[in-house]
Nanobody
Framework: QIQLVESGGGLVQAGGSLRLSCAAS????????LGWFRQAPGKAREFVSA????????EYGDSVKGRFTISRDNAKNTGYLQMDSLKPEDTAVYYC???????????????????WGQGTPVTVSS
């Protein structure tokens, strides 16, 4: 069983930055793709970003391109999401997840991700 724990969320003013972390309990996570998703109140879950197991391939949702940066440190079994130029519409609970089907490319579909963290809330005030 793989456990993922997000941290780094909080309250920030518009234009500010936050860095989310996703710590994994198992070293095998370093061989899986990692994704970030978010869900705002009353809205569907939204793809934010994903990174391949070796960090060589990344994907971003259209709403965060140019503002968010995904990365990972496999030696620490940890993934990161640097969020800059935050907007009130970025307010949501952010979740990290891992996809073990690495023979496929990085996916934007939440259905591909098997293990999920409990989420960390991000609130951006205007």
């Amino acid at each position: 069983q793989i456990q993922l724990v997000e941290s780094g969320g909080g309250l920030v003013q518009a234009g500010g930055s936050l860095r989310l972390s996703c710590a994994a309990s198992a070293r095998t996570v370093s061989t899986y793709h990692l994704g970030w998703f978010r869900q705002a109140p009353g809205k569907a879950r939204e793809f934010v970003s994903a990174i391949s197991w070796n960090g060589g391939n990344t994907e971003y949702g259209d709403s965060v391109k140019g503002r968010f940066t995904i990365s990972r440190d496999n030696a620490k079994n940890t993934g990161y999401l640097q969020m800059d130029s935050l907007k009130p519409e970025d307010t949501a609970v952010y979740y990290c997840a891992v996809d073990r089907e690495v023979w496929f490319g990085v996916s934007k579909s939440g259905n591909r991700y098997e293990y999920w963290g409990q989420g960390t809330p991000v609130t951006v005030s205007s």
